[in-house]
């Protein structure tokens, strides 16, 4: 991964290389495993440190998109109600006879378009910015949800439905392959691809970037869809580790989400950050969250500690920034 | 600068325009209700609303100057709780606390939280969604912290501090009148002031503000610290209105807030936004959750009633304020 | 230059949170840990026990009373208790406690589910690693549990408030429910009994025109409430099973000065409450006391990890104070039931509105 970054850089300065965002990230990740490992017996031990992945990959899902909206200066609110319906909408399809498998792909339906809705809204009514559009939604995909299945859960899945939040390849777990392979795939798309240097350039000037022949309404729609889509995929996760479904589950998941991606260096101003980066912060996140609670911290310590962890950080990458910034115009 | 001005004369006139449309429609969604339940539209029930819609009112008129600056604070609903928490873990202690002296307490805590943000947004530059964020947590957690994991419960309260909210002056409850008296100070505030122009000159276009020598961080830290103020306010009259203060008070508030100002017409791009339309904004949502009640629906169906009606009224606005630009468009090209 | 050391203070700062939490937490769960070794040693000499409790969520009074009760009996029984509580009350905070309880190989949980069926999962993986698993206050199915500590028989709730409203109003007019969340399970089935009652009992003119959802939060609830006596102005009762409902509704009924024309009954916590016994709005309500339920279910896991108990009908076990009970069969798996619900009225509430 590291010769990709060099190559991306014109003229390399190991100095520069090394006062990356990401690299602070893995120094965190060190720093977390290093505290985390001293502070538990439990910790560092090839399972506890797999399966931990299991608790906190199901929502990283959304990340990737996410990073995409607001590279693009966008926002996406309604993911977690969209991860809701579209669960009850496959526990429900499920339930009324449909195999398993097609439920999936039901699941997966209902949260592309989903996100395809919000991507339309957005690009139909251009002065309409997506926090309004996604705020709405956000209330009536869950409302929705709650239509459907009232004060009911809905479960019963097949055996083998619990393999995608539970299930083991030889001795990784399965979401942790699958967030991997999603990873290498959105990094590439974004780091390589004319369609990841059209969203940059979205982001950076939106009508500059129109003038100059980017389809930016066609960029919105699939990368909305694609928040959908993930958001569907964060459900079937989320649904097999319960084993079953209630319109109220992942609530406030655009929120941890968002929080992830703002900790990755990606910044609303547009434009900038890495896919990277939020694919680390998600570990970060995840691994002081898991070690925190193997010594058993409250939960408003973590609270706090989570907060002051993402506005330091931020801190830190925005004192850096001001930083460059000052040099370039005194050069 | 004639050019400037014919704008903004336009804008306004948009402006005004969108709020009729969104007076319409609260009128629409009112008669309604009426039609489907008789006892909307009674004087108790009414006062009931704009008891419940107080609250929201004060804290949206805040948010809406913080959207104008192209800022967002998620922050309020656990400032609300933080200082809801104080206040009462205050006049439990000190029963004799004159009820003013613990909504200047309440004030003070809020502004605290929102001097921190507005520091960390104008100072150091933290986006405004990230900085809110952690502190929402940050607050959040403390509340928890500061209350122990108890409640302060009504036999905890003095009776002066209940009063707050339950008091009512020439017939009018005390929160609907505290909310009255800051929509006045807020609409002389953005509209005659120049400290309030210059909100919107930061909003609207950040760099020319500053070349026009607009004092941006003072700007910004001020309308942090007014959001901050005011969520410190309504945590005092919040927790004196139901007469208890919980950890997790007002979870997610902040999203309510921030639709009443969107359905009030405040963009989230910065510069636009009208303190009555905010005002409207807030009532909406207040006939909502007080109406929905009323009418015979499955509980279940409300939250997707609900979601469909922003919704509508979002688009509507849209295209309302669509159709009035295209005339204008047409009248200046005739 | 500056801002580059900015940065590095900065730095050591995030570091500096880091092991400062770290360093915090380990002190205070080690002194947790050396209060109750001093006791435990000799009985059980090398590992000692620990019992994990997982309440709904932090800062809820009812459940900080719980977790004491349970933490109550741990420490007696010389062993370790580590309290646990998500931020929010979501089935999602609960899996990833539960996951780091097992991971931490904790001997058993006790669960107040936030998800009858959404737990069973993680439940099951815990138990499969040997791990006592029992349920307490808001069960867990059946499968995945091995026993069931319950406050009260949710059929006494259902038929006792009932009864009350019954005998307050007179048997006659119209009342109304006002519960939690749609989606609580135990409110649900206390609401289902109170259908029961109503229709098996001698209620003639008693009627219950609707059930409003409050969803546990201050403001819904009192606009629940208001909507309530708008639309039935004959109104004469409000049956709240929850305590942000009971005390919202209580708290409408007063500032509405409807003292003795509608009166407030139900489930609630006395401190809540205590005000509005005291000014009439409500006679009396119910609530068991959650510093029994804990303690209880603290003995329960340890008479689990100990084998005296396998969470089968017939099962005796001795829970300190509180005396000898029997594992019982419940609709779905087996239980433990405390007792009945406690009668809170104007006599006896000041003395318990300052304990819980």
Redesign the interface.
């Known amino acids: 991964m590291s010769t990709r970054t060099i190559n991306h850089i014109q003229d390399f300065s190991w100095k520069r290389f090394f006062l990356q965002w990401e690299w602070?990230l893995i120094l965190?990740i060190i720093?977390?495993f290093t505290?985390n490992s001293?502070?538990?017996p439990?910790?560092l031990n090839y399972?506890?440190i797999t399966?931990?992945t299991?608790?906190?990959l199901d929502k990283a899902f959304i990340v990737f998109p996410m990073v995409m909206i607001m590279i693009m200066r966008e926002i996406d609110i309604s993911v977690g109600s969209t991860v809701a319906l579209s669960s009850v909408v496959m526990a429900v399809a499920y339930n009324a006879g449909v195999p398993m498998v097609l439920a999936i792909m039901i699941c997966l339906l209902v949260g592309a378009l989903c996100g395809l809705f919000n991507g339309f809204l957005l690009v139909k009514y251009k002065e309409l910015s997506a926090v309004i559009v996604t705020l709405s939604t956000m209330i009536l995909y869950r409302g929705i949800a709650?239509m459907i299945l009232?004060?009911q859960?809905s479960?019963g899945f097949p055996m083998w439905f619990?393999f995608f939040?539970?299930g083991y390849v030889g001795t990784i777990p399965f979401i942790l392959i699958l967030f991997l392979l999603l990873a290498v795939i959105f990094v590439l798309v974004l780091q390589k691809t004319i369609f990841g240097r059209h969203i940059y350039a979205i982001g950076s000037n939106p009508i500059a970037s129109r003038f100059s022949g980017v389809k930016v309404d066609r960029v919105k729609l699939i990368v909305f869809t694609l928040a959908g889509l993930m958001a569907a995929i964060t459900a079937v996760f989320?649904t097999?580790?319960?084993?079953?479904?209630?319109?109220?589950?992942?609530?406030?998941y655009e929120l941890d989400v968002i929080a992830m991606v703002a900790l990755g260096g990606i910044s609303t101003a547009g434009g900038k950050g890495k896919m990277l980066g939020a694919i680390l912060a998600v570990f970060v996140i995840g691994y002081?969250?898991?070690?925190?609670?193997?010594?058993?911290?409250?939960?408003?310590?973590?609270?706090v500690?989570i907060g002051?962890?993402l506005i330091?950080?931020v801190?830190?990458t925005n004192?850096?920034m001001?930083?460059k910034l000052?040099k370039k115009t005194s050069n | 600068m004639k050019d400037n001005i014919l704008q903004s004369l336009n804008l306004e006139k948009i402006a005004k325009f969108r709020e009729l449309g969104l007076l319409g429609f609260i009128i629409l969604l009112a008669i309604i209700i009426q039609l489907l339940?008789p006892?909307?539209l009674?004087f108790?029930?009414l006062r009931?609303l704009l008891t419940?819609t107080a609250i929201l009112s004060i804290l949206a008129l805040g948010m809406m100057l913080v959207l104008i600056t192209r800022g967002i604070d998620l922050s309020i609903g656990a400032t609300l709780a933080l200082s809801g928490m104080i206040t009462a873990l205050t006049v439990s202690a000190y029963g004799n606390l004159h009820p003013l002296l613990a909504i200047l307490l309440g004030i003070m805590v809020g502004i605290i939280c929102g001097v921190i943000l507005g520091l960390l947004v104008s100072k150091i530059g933290i986006l405004p969604i990230i900085a809110s964020l952690g502190l929402m947590n940050v607050f959040?957690?403390l509340?928890?912290w500061v209350?122990g994991?108890?409640?302060v419960?009504?036999?905890?309260m003095p009776p002066s501090f209940k009063s707050i909210a339950?008091s009512s002056f020439l017939g009018i409850n005390t929160l609907v009148l505290i909310a009255v008296v800051i929509f006045l100070l807020f609409y002389y505030f953005v509209n005659n002031t120049i400290t309030g122009r210059q909100i919107y000159a930061v909003g609207s276009n950040p760099d020319s503000a500053r070349v026009s020598g607009i004092n941006q961080t003072k700007i910004l830290i001020l309308v942090y610290t007014i959001m901050g103020g005011l969520s410190g306010l309504a945590g005092v009259l919040?927790v004196s209105k139901?007469?208890?203060a919980?950890?997790?008070?007002?979870?997610g508030y902040e999203l309510t807030v921030i639709a009443a100002c969107i359905l009030g017409g405040v963009s989230i791009a910065g510069g636009v936004g009208k303190v009555t339309g905010v005002l409207l904004g807030a009532i909406l949502l207040g006939v909502l959750?007080?109406g929905l009640?009323?009418i015979n629906v499955s509980?279940?169906w409300q939250m997707g009633i609900e979601g469909m009606i922003i919704l509508i009224a979002v688009l509507f606005n849209t295209n309302v304020k669509m159709l009035v630009e295209k005339n204008n468009l047409l009248r200046r090209e005739i | 230059m500056l801002?580059?050391w900015?940065?590095y203070v900065?730095?050591l700062?995030?570091?500096g949170?880091?092991?400062a939490?770290?360093d915090?937490?380990?002190t205070s769960?080690d002194a947790a840990g050396e209060g109750t070794t001093e006791e435990g040693q000799e009985e059980t000499d090398g590992e000692q026990n620990r019992y994990a409790i997982v309440f709904k969520?932090?800062?809820?009074?009812y459940?900080?009373k719980e977790m004491e009760g349970f933490e109550n009996a741990i420490n007696e029984l010389g062993a370790e208790a580590?309290?646990?509580?998500?931020?929010?009350p979501?089935?999602?905070?609960q899996?990833?406690?539960i996951?780091?309880l097992i991971?931490?190989?904790v001997d058993a949980i006790a669960i107040v589910g936030n998800?009858?069926?959404?737990?069973?999962?993680?439940l099951t993986?815990a138990m499969n690693q040997d791990i006592k698993v029992l349920s307490l206050d808001s069960a867990v199915n059946g499968d995945s549990r091995m026993v069931h500590i319950n406050q009260a028989d949710p059929e006494a709730i259902g038929r006792t408030q009932i009864q009350a409203v019954a005998e307050i109003i007179d048997n006659e007019g119209q009342f109304a429910v006002l519960s939690a969340?749609?989606?609580a399970s135990n409110q649900?089935l206390w609401i289902e009994w109170m259908q029961t009652e109503l229709e098996e009992g001698d209620y003639g003119d008693m009627e219950l025109v609707e059930?409003?959802?409050g969803d546990d939060l201050?403001?819904?609830s009192?606009?629940?409430t208001?909507?309530?006596l708008?639309?039935y102005?004959d109104l004469k009762a409000i049956v709240s099973p929850t305590t942000v409902g009971i005390?919202?509704a209580s708290?409408v009924i007063t500032?509405k000065g409807l003292q003795g024309e509608v009166v407030v009954t139900g489930l609630g916590?006395p401190?809540?409450m205590?005000?509005?016994i005291?000014n009439g709005v409500s006679p009396w309500m119910y609530l068991w006391n959650p510093l029994d339920v804990g303690y209880l279910a603290g003995y329960a896991a340890d008479a689990l990890v100990e084998g005296e108990i396998s969470g089968e009908v017939g099962d005796t076990f001795e829970a300190g104070d509180l005396g000898s009970y029997e594992v019982t069969e419940s609709e779905d798996g087996t239980e433990v039931l405390l007792g009945e619900p406690f009668r809170f009225d104007e006599d006896n509430i000041d003395e318990w509105?300052e304990i819980y």
Not at chain 1, 240 to 252: H, K, L, Q, W, Y
Not at chain 3, 57 to 61: M, S
């Open positions: 602070m965190l720093a977390i505290m001293s502070l538990s439990y910790f399972i506890s399966d931990a299991m608790t906190f709650y009232e004060n859960s479960g619990s939040g539970w989320l097999s580790r319960m084993g079953s479904t209630r319109p109220n589950v992942a609530n406030m002081l969250q898991y070690g925190l609670g193997l010594i058993n911290v409250p939960a408003q310590s973590l609270l500690i002051l962890l330091i950080s801190t830190v004192l850096r001001k930083g000052k | 339940n006892a909307f009674t108790g029930n009931d419940n959040r957690g509340t928890f209350g994991g108890e409640w419960s009504a036999y905890q339950t919040w139901f007469a208890s919980q950890g997790d008070t007002a979870t959750s007080n009640p009323l509980p279940f | 801002r580059r900015v940065l900065l730095l700062f995030v570091f949170i880091l092991v939490c770290g915090d937490s380990e769960g969520n932090t800062g809820n009074p459940g900080e580590i309290l646990r509580a998500p931020d929010q979501t089935v999602e905070g899996i990833q406690i996951e780091e991971a931490q190989q998800d009858y069926d959404g737990l069973q999962p993680v993986k969340t749609s989606q649900n059930v409003a959802y201050r403001d819904k009192v606009s629940e208001e909507a309530l708008q639309s102005p005390a919202a708290k500032d916590l401190s809540e205590a005000e509005y005291n509105k």
